[in-house]
């Protein structure tokens, strides 16, 4: 994997740069970084990696958090001149498909974790090694780790980027979400209060 591209991106949020790092040009899916405008890799940086969800990040459901999160550690990497890593790995690594399948057994009483193993795939099968590759790409060495998933920090640990620490991105739980997070937090070690 290797950077393609970098690119100028204003958001709403502020003004990025927009890293897409594939195998080769014709990917249609590239893993991209965020970076903003203010980085100081000097420093120890603010970094989200964010795994894709196409039904939390781009059409905003209730079901989970996975779009709440987005927009505030974008916010907050506008704020501290950091970075958000986005791995195009979908439903914790299953794809797009196979999560609407765990979603119809969720609507039937299936908890997240046990809707994928029912459908013979592991509860969280994806990787973080691709985000230590950007990051030692952009530069970045010291980190300020914005997750509650304790496999992130696993693996940013046991990688040659050392974690300064580790900041929450806690989201009222809703309604909707409330099952789900209490899953992530009892079933997945998540590192949430009161879900």
């Not at 001149?81 to 119809?104: D, F, S």
């Not at 040659?160 to 909707?176: A, D, F, N, Q, Y």
């Amino acid at each position: 994997m290797q950077r393609q591209v970098q690119a100028f991106l204003p958001t709403d949020w502020g003004i990025f740069n927009i890293l897409a790092y594939a195998d080769s040009a014709e990917d249609l899916t590239p893993h991209v970084a965020l970076v903003h405008e203010n980085l100081d890799v000097t420093q120890p940086v603010l970094v989200r990696i964010h795994s894709e969800c196409m039904t939390g990040d781009l059409f905003h459901s209730r079901r989970c958090d996975c779009g709440e999160q987005l927009d505030k550690a974008l916010e907050l990497a506008a704020e501290q001149g950091g970075v958000v890593i986005y791995l195009r790995q979908e439903g914790r690594g299953i794809g797009l498909i196979n999560k609407l399948k765990a979603y119809n057994l969720q609507d039937k009483g299936f908890d997240t974790a046990s809707a994928n193993t029912h459908l013979g795939l592991e509860v969280d099968s994806r990787q973080y090694d691709l985000a230590v590759e950007i990051l030692q790409d952009i530069g970045i060495r010291q980190i300020r780790l914005l997750t509650n998933n304790p496999l992130k920090i696993v693996a940013i640990e046991n990688s040659s980027l050392e974690i300064i620490s580790r900041e929450p991105l806690i989201i009222e739980p809703k309604l909707e979400n409330a099952a789900y997070l209490r899953t992530k937090r009892e079933l997945m070690g998540h590192l949430l209060n009161g879900a």
